[in-house]
Nanobody, 114 residues
Framework: QVQLVESGGGLVQSGGSLRLSCAAS????????MSWHRQAPGKQRESVAS???????SYADSVKGRFTISRDNAKNTVYLQMSSLKPEDTAVYYC????????WGQGTQVTVTS
Protein backbone atom coordinates (compact mmCIF):
# COMPACT_ATOMS: atom_id res chain seq x y z
CA GLN A 1 0.00 0.00 0.00
CA VAL A 2 1.02 3.58 -0.72
CA GLN A 3 -0.34 6.66 0.99
CA LEU A 4 -0.16 10.08 -0.65
CA VAL A 5 -0.95 13.32 1.13
CA GLU A 6 -1.13 16.56 -0.82
CA SER A 7 -0.98 20.02 0.66
CA GLY A 8 -0.43 23.60 -0.41
CA GLY A 9 -3.56 24.39 -2.38
CA GLY A 10 -5.53 27.56 -1.87
CA LEU A 11 -6.95 30.71 -3.34
CA VAL A 12 -4.65 32.96 -5.35
CA GLN A 13 -5.02 35.85 -7.75
CA SER A 14 -4.14 35.56 -11.40
CA GLY A 15 -0.39 35.89 -11.83
CA GLY A 16 0.32 34.54 -8.39
CA SER A 17 2.19 31.44 -7.26
CA LEU A 18 1.58 28.37 -5.17
CA ARG A 19 3.65 25.34 -4.25
CA LEU A 20 1.98 21.99 -3.82
CA SER A 21 3.54 19.16 -1.87
CA CYS A 22 2.85 15.44 -1.97
CA ALA A 23 4.30 13.27 0.76
CA ALA A 24 4.42 9.56 0.02
CA SER A 25 4.64 6.72 2.50
CA UNK A 26 4.34 2.97 2.42
CA UNK A 27 5.66 0.68 -0.30
CA UNK A 28 7.53 3.27 -2.36
CA UNK A 29 9.95 1.88 -4.91
CA UNK A 30 10.96 5.24 -6.34
CA UNK A 31 9.43 8.69 -6.23
CA UNK A 32 10.27 8.90 -9.91
CA UNK A 33 6.94 7.11 -10.32
CA MET A 34 5.09 10.09 -8.89
CA SER A 35 3.31 12.70 -10.94
CA TRP A 36 0.83 15.56 -10.72
CA HIS A 37 -2.61 15.66 -12.34
CA ARG A 38 -5.58 17.96 -12.14
CA GLN A 39 -9.30 17.91 -12.72
CA ALA A 40 -11.32 21.01 -13.39
CA PRO A 41 -15.11 21.05 -12.92
CA GLY A 42 -16.85 19.24 -15.76
CA LYS A 43 -13.56 18.11 -17.30
CA GLN A 44 -11.55 14.92 -17.35
CA ARG A 45 -8.53 14.50 -15.14
CA GLU A 46 -5.37 15.44 -17.01
CA SER A 47 -1.67 14.97 -16.50
CA VAL A 48 0.18 18.12 -15.50
CA ALA A 49 3.75 17.12 -14.73
CA SER A 50 5.74 13.94 -14.30
CA UNK A 51 9.21 12.49 -14.06
CA UNK A 52 10.57 10.51 -16.95
CA UNK A 53 13.28 7.93 -17.27
CA UNK A 54 16.70 9.41 -16.76
CA UNK A 55 15.54 12.20 -14.50
CA UNK A 56 13.89 14.25 -17.21
CA UNK A 57 10.55 15.92 -16.61
CA SER A 58 7.45 16.22 -18.73
CA TYR A 59 4.76 18.89 -18.68
CA ALA A 60 1.41 19.51 -20.24
CA ASP A 61 1.67 22.16 -22.94
CA SER A 62 -0.70 24.39 -20.99
CA VAL A 63 1.72 24.66 -18.03
CA LYS A 64 5.14 24.56 -19.70
CA GLY A 65 7.34 27.38 -18.52
CA ARG A 66 5.06 28.10 -15.56
CA PHE A 67 5.04 24.90 -13.49
CA THR A 68 8.01 22.96 -12.18
CA ILE A 69 7.97 19.48 -10.68
CA SER A 70 10.71 18.61 -8.22
CA ARG A 71 11.41 16.03 -5.54
CA ASP A 72 13.12 15.42 -2.24
CA ASN A 73 14.19 11.78 -2.21
CA ALA A 74 15.05 11.84 1.48
CA LYS A 75 11.53 12.94 2.35
CA ASN A 76 9.72 10.90 -0.32
CA THR A 77 8.07 14.15 -1.30
CA VAL A 78 7.28 15.64 -4.66
CA TYR A 79 6.53 19.30 -5.25
CA LEU A 80 4.75 21.30 -7.90
CA GLN A 81 5.80 24.92 -8.06
CA MET A 82 3.15 26.87 -9.93
CA SER A 83 3.84 30.40 -11.13
CA SER A 84 2.02 32.89 -13.34
CA LEU A 85 -1.21 31.18 -12.43
CA LYS A 86 -4.25 31.70 -14.62
CA PRO A 87 -7.96 31.25 -13.89
CA GLU A 88 -7.92 28.22 -16.19
CA ASP A 89 -5.50 26.53 -13.78
CA THR A 90 -8.35 26.28 -11.28
CA ALA A 91 -8.82 22.60 -10.47
CA VAL A 92 -8.35 19.92 -7.88
CA TYR A 93 -4.75 18.83 -8.08
CA TYR A 94 -3.88 15.21 -7.42
CA CYS A 95 -0.66 13.42 -6.77
CA UNK A 96 -0.28 9.96 -8.26
CA UNK A 97 2.11 7.10 -7.63
CA UNK A 98 2.17 4.34 -10.22
CA UNK A 99 4.38 1.30 -10.58
CA UNK A 100 2.71 -2.12 -10.53
CA UNK A 101 -0.38 -0.44 -9.04
CA UNK A 102 -1.72 3.10 -9.10
CA UNK A 103 -2.46 5.22 -6.07
CA TRP A 104 -3.97 8.70 -5.84
CA GLY A 105 -3.90 11.31 -3.15
CA GLN A 106 -7.06 12.96 -1.85
CA GLY A 107 -6.50 16.08 -3.93
CA THR A 108 -5.97 19.72 -3.06
CA GLN A 109 -8.07 22.58 -4.43
CA VAL A 110 -6.38 25.37 -6.34
CA THR A 111 -8.54 28.36 -7.21
CA VAL A 112 -7.19 31.21 -9.30
CA THR A 113 -9.24 34.39 -9.45
CA SER A 114 -9.05 36.95 -12.22
Amino acid sequence: QVQLVESGGGLVQSGGSLRLSCAASGRIFSINFMSWHRQAPGKQRESVASFMYGGMTSYADSVKGRFTISRDNAKNTVYLQMSSLKPEDTAVYYCRYSDSATYWGQGTQVTVTS
